[in-house]
């Protein structure tokens, strides 16, 4: 049994988790451009209200919304209602990420990257999932990293926490699938952003958020639960994954120089 993909973007209802910038704002942008109504969701309310006054009034929401605050969550959420009555995808984008390794290891950075990156994507779940269920229908697509496929240098705490959101979409998927909703699980390579210009280091394979943003958009349209870009990356971290612990620590040391 396989999942449900998209036939059209225009005229479905989807709400953008993390649209100020990068990934969120390039998958905001194409969905407009595709002719959907989106909703516009970040903690920055200017550069959603920026983006929203390139597109007809009819067709964007702006919502201020912080994924670590439920109540905010939920009031983004039945706004949505209030205008567009029901929502076909939630695209969740929005994450955390600081670069750390254990000698700098701060218990306040990782519990932040926990509360935006793994329970963030878990409030949304929670509260659109209601009338998913009820209607038989709907996509779920959250935004992952290859960083959650294996241990890496500098992700102490993000690395965990996008792993667990692997496991997380994992079970979704299993759960779902059956009533009818889709569940996308997005791992992106490295892409330029705000948070990989942090980075002092040689990023492979580094792609443009436009280019990830067709590719997850692409994704979700074909019905695809693991949506990784680009291949030429994350098949080789994929092939990491299956290697003994030695074999794996030892390829890292040698070609992940940091």
Not at 121 to 126: D, K, S, Y
């Amino acid at each position: 049994m396989n999942q449900l993909g998209i036939g059209s973007w225009s005229g479905k209802r989807v709400w953008v988790i993390g649209a100020s910038s990068g990934i969120g704002e390039a998958c905001s942008k194409a969905l407009l451009a595709a002719g959907a109504q989106v909703a516009l969701s970040s903690r920055r309310i200017a550069p959603l209200t920026q983006l929203a006054s390139t597109a007809p009034a009819n067709q964007t929401l702006v919502l201020s919304a912080d994924v670590t605050h439920a109540e905010q969550m939920q009031s983004a959420y039945q706004e949505i209602i209030k205008n567009w009555g029901c929502l076909d995808v939630l695209l969740f984008v929005s994450g955390m990420y600081v670069p750390i390794r254990a000698d700098e290891f701060e218990i306040s950075i990782a519990e932040k990257t926990i509360d935006a990156n793994l329970l963030g994507p878990m409030r949304a779940v929670a509260i659109v999932l209601p009338q998913m269920l009820q209607n038989h229908s709907g996509h779920i697509a959250i935004v992952g990293s290859v960083a959650g496929y294996s241990g890496l240098p500098k992700a102490l705490a993000y690395g965990p926490s996008k792993a667990a959101i692997i496991n997380f979409c994992e079970t979704l998927y299993y759960d779902l699938l059956p009533k009818g909703i889709s569940v996308h699980l997005i791992s992106p390579g490295f892409v330029a952003t705000e948070a990989t210009a942090q980075n002092d280091f040689e990023m492979p394979a580094l792609i443009t958020s436009e280019q990830a943003a067709h590719e997850i958009l692409s994704g979700i349209q074909k019905g695809e639960f693991d949506i990784h870009f680009p291949k030429r990356f994350t098949r080789f971290m994929k092939f990491l994954r299956i290697l003994p612990y030695p074999l794996y620590f030892w390829i890292v040391r040698r070609f992940v120089r940091i």
